[in-house]
Every structure is written in C-alpha cells, then in structure tokens.
C-alpha cells in the first residue's frame, strides 16, 4: 500500500466518530479497553453498561447464555460478576460495535462476523492457555479484535468491500487476496489503523495487522501468531465470513508455529487434532450465544443494576 | 395349577450424568489407548455407549464400570467392546463428507498437478480395515462421478483389504440396506447399485470395476512392505485397537507405502499424535489428514 493511500485512509478513519451514530458508552468504553486489566474497576463496569438499557438487555442475555454456563443472572450487576471483568469489557465491546455500524452498512453478515471473531477470541485464549501465554485476557481481546477492518471497510468503501466478499464467496478465496486486488488494500490495513486511532496497545494494532501476513509474524510479537493460528482454525472448523473457503492448512509447517514453539515450548505438547475436536465441541455453543445476543430481538431496556 | 411367571431381571439404569467425573476418566483413558477423543461437549456420546455396556454388565454407576475397564481381569476384552459401541454406526456409505470435499477440493489437485508432469496418470487408493465395503463403494461412487470432470484421462484403482474374511465376503457381495445407503442420493442408487428385493441393493458391476478386495493383516510386516506407490491411504477406526508401539509400526508403513504428496485419512475422532512424526497434520474444512510432504514441499505450511 503506498503512502498516498495510507494517509487517505487514515484521513477516513479519523472521521469515522462523527460518521456513525455510537451510542455513549462507547467512548468511556475505549478508554476501559486501553487499561490493563487489574485497573478495570466493576463499579465502572455496572455504571457503563446500565447508562444503554439496550446493551445492559444483551449482556444479560449473553450470561445467561449456554457459552457462559447458563447461569440465572437478572441483575447487570451480578451478570458482570458471571462472566468476569475481562470477558464483559470485550463483550461489551461487540455489542458496541453493533450499534455503531449502521444496518445498512453491514456487508458480512453480522452473525457471521461476531461468530468469527467470538469463536478466534476463544480459539487464541484456549490456545494461550495450553501454551502458557501469560495473558490469556489479552489474547481473547486480540482474537475478537482481529477483523475490525472489516467493519471499517463496511462502513468506508460499502459498495467496493460488497464486490469483495461476492468475489470471495464465488471463487471460494480468502477474503484478504481479493480485497488486495478488488480495494488495493485489505482489512489488515484499515483495522490497525482504527486500533491505533483508539490508542489500543501496540501488540492489539499488531495482531489485526499481522494475521494474514506471515512475513510480519516474525517482529510482531506471540499474540499476532497466535491470532494468526486461531484465525486459520475457526475457518477450518466453519466459522469463516459466511461462505466456503477452499483450503488445506498445515499449522505445523506454519510460520507462526514455529515462532510460537521458540517462545512457548508447551506448543509442541499440544495435541491438535485433538484442540480441534475440542473447538468443534464449542462451536454450536458459540453459534447459539451469537444468535441469541446479536441475532434475536433486542431485549427491551428493562434491565436495571 | 398357578403358572409361574419368571421374575423379569430388574432393569438397570446407568447413571448417565457426563459431569461425573468417572466419565472424564474413561474418556481419557479411551483417548489414552486408541487416540479416541471426546470433546467436553461430546461427552454425552461416550456416556450412551458405556451405557449399553453397563446395562449388559448390570453394572449402574460409571465408577463401577471404570474398574471394569481398568482393574478387572477382564479388562482388556471390555475395552474392546466399548471401543465397538464407540465405533458402531459410523460405517454407511458418504459418511464423511468432507473428507471428499478436501480430496475434491484440495488433495486431488494437488496430486494430480505433480504427477501429472512425471509419470503415468493413474491414482492408487487404498482402504485399509475396509470392513463390510461401504468405505471403498463411496471412493468409487465418488471417482467414478469425477471420471470425466477432475479426473479426466486419469484412471485408478482401490485397494480394498481387511483382516476378517467375513467382512470381505460382504464387502464384496456389495449388498446393502436402507441404513448403509440412507446418505447415498437416489441418482446414485440408480446409477451404481441393482435392486435385488428385499429392500436391498447390490453395487453392480460399474461400481465394482474399479476396486480390488484383498486379505491384509496390517501386522504382517512382510505383507505391508510389499505395498507401493499408494496416494491416499483411508484407515479409519482401525488402528484403535493396536498398542503403541504396533500403531507406530502400522503408521511407519503407511508412510513408506505412501509416494511423497501422498494423504493418510484416519477416523474423524482419532489422534496420532506421539504416534508418528514423520506425517504432517494438515486441517481441511471439517476434517484432517495425515501429509507426506514431497522434497520441494517440506520447507513450510501451504495456504
């Protein structure tokens, strides 16, 4: 991508608050997703999400959802208590970001989308997990994180992002090779630039970057790798961007395999065929919190803290 | 003179809770011994079938039968019966769908691509533990639809072996039922199969054509070695009953039978992992298989 187009594109995104309705929340939001984690505060938390009955409608819902373990959650309070500080902050943040992009403007299937970046967060905090990464938090953060360039995309080039994904679907590619080719530039150009604009950390603007490019794994960082895999599986276990993608992937042999084993030797105790069966276990539970949080109608602005 | 009714044995019904952790300990020592794995959400399949074991045991909880499967003297046969329960059903015809997605898709491509500049164009398939056929009958299906789109002026043929004559008997009468054909379309009932009354099917000779039913004990070394130039192996559910170190050795002779860019298909559930090296996992949509990597491909992962 040339600079001329970088700073176009950047020029686009810095205008993005004022293009989209975002609800209030969303700021104060942005600034919750910019501190680590032992500094989130729960009263904040409570206060944030009663301030948007809608959200405070969806975040009950999603606790009381399957993923979560069903639990009879009825205040927003002990729904946030459910499903931790962490998990809520990310959570919130999809729920946001649903109500930022206009109805219209959704080229990926909503569903489809959060689907996808639900199950990556998933899939890269499992990972983290197995391979001892220290912050797991974070790297479900990055996985759900990864795609925002397709939302900016959306938003910002509607029409030509449409022509993309129809292109994809139909020639059963990645998304990526062909917004290169339909757009000059892909969602690993424009979410990082949205992430930056946030004043998300460094390693956040890494890993919606990085994903797709092996040849920028190596001075990214683990969390870009490990997005970078997670991304691969979700699509070999169907939870792509709605279509069927042709593809044949050997982790092993991957770039950011061998990056991650360097750092985090606990990689090559891990059992994949086995990791996968268990994402496969997940996924319908991932479906069904998806449609049930994002899919279903609104719940009504009843709940209260 | 009162008849006496016999006393019906009391029904037994297991305790069929998945969170008891006796469960947990079954599946992973199933997974342990054949590198059969149930996902936590899964668990629920393993529970039924220890459950029809445990009726026949009249054994009720799941820590009772634990012990059969791990401290009574009889444990060994009970694994296998289990591994049966687990295995059963899994045999009809297009089975697995994706595993003739990513061939379609990905490995036949891919194979045809490099052997096509270098030798004659012929494949070579190999079912190994074909048991009663329904296996080597959908690889046909599936090539002989694809004789004149991907794999036009191409030939091929399945190897199609097993150990039990009286499975290959069946596999090679070809007859079957409702429950083997119920994934099986009408257009290629028609095509492939003759009725034969009895709601019964039998593959005809079309089907037949292009498989070869043969006698391989996959212990016998000497019998395994003699195996080449193979592309894609198909051993599905087999190698659950073999110990290490003679799943290694089974695994090792696959991976010689095999040419380079050759695939090796195992059961949807089952993990080599620490069984074999040499292999590289490769995931497809829905499914995985086991890559021998040519030379030129060796180096890194394929997107």
Known sequence: MNAKLQSQLQAQINKLDSVSTAPAILMPLLDMLRLPSDKIRLEKVVELISYDGSIAGQCLRLANSPLFGRRQTETVRSAVMALGLERVRSMLFSLCMNEVIPRDKWVIAPNAFWRHSLGCALITQRMAQKIEYPDPEKAYLAGLLHDLGFLVNSVLYTEGFRECLRRAAEQHLPLHVIEEQVLGFSHCDTGPMLCQHWGLSKELVDAARCHHDVSLLSTAGPLACLVHLSDLLCRVCYLGYGYDEIMGVDLGGDAAWEILVATYPALKNMDLVRFTLDIDGAMDQIIATVDSVFGAKRLAASATS | ?303
């Open chain 2, 1 to 303: 003179m009162p008849i006496e009714i016999a006393k019906a044995k009391p029904a037994v019904t297991p305790d069929s809770n998945p969170s008891d952790p006796a469960y947990l300990k079954i599946r992973d020592l199933i997974y342990r011994i054949s590198g059969i794995y149930h996902a936590e959400e899964k668990l629920y399949l393993l529970v039924g079938r220890c459950a029809r074991r445990m009726v026949a045991l009249g054994v009720v909880s799941p820590s009772e039968y634990l012990e059969h499967l791990t401290t009574r003297g009889n444990r060994d046969a009970e694994l296998r019966l289990l591994l049966n329960e687990i295995t059963i059903g899994e045999t009809y015809m297009f089975r697995h769908p994706c595993q003739l997605d990513a061939l379609r898709n990905v490995i036949l491509p891919q194979i045809l691509q490099v052997k096509g500049l270098i030798s004659l164009k012929r494949l070579r398939f190999w079912c190994a533990g074909c048991s009663t056929g329904e296996e080597p009958h959908t690889l046909a299906m599936f090539l002989l639809e694809e004789k004149d789109k991907l794999l036009a002026g191409w030939t091929f043929d399945i190897l199609a072996t097993d150990l039990n004559d009286n499975s290959l008997e069946a596999a090679r009468a070809g007859i079957y039922g409702e429950y083997a054909l119920r994934s099986t379309s009408d257009a290629l009932r028609r095509k492939y199969f003759k009725d034969i009354g009895n709601k019964k099917l039998q593959a005809n000779d079309l089907l037949k054509a292009p498989i070869h039913f043969d006698r391989i004990n996959l212990r016998d070394d000497s019998k395994m070695l003699f195996q080449k130039g193979i592309d894609i192996i198909f051993c599905c559910n087999v190698l659950i009953y073999f110990d290490l170190a003679s799943k290694r050795r089974v695994v090792q002779h696959f991976y010689s039978n095999l040419l380079p860019g050759g695939y090796l298909f195992m059961g949807s559930a089952e993990s080599l992992f620490q069984v074999d090296d040499s292999f590289r996992l490769v995931h497809f949509p829905g499914t995985t298989a086991y890559w021998k990597p040519t030379a030129t491909q060796a180096g890194g992962g394929k997107k």
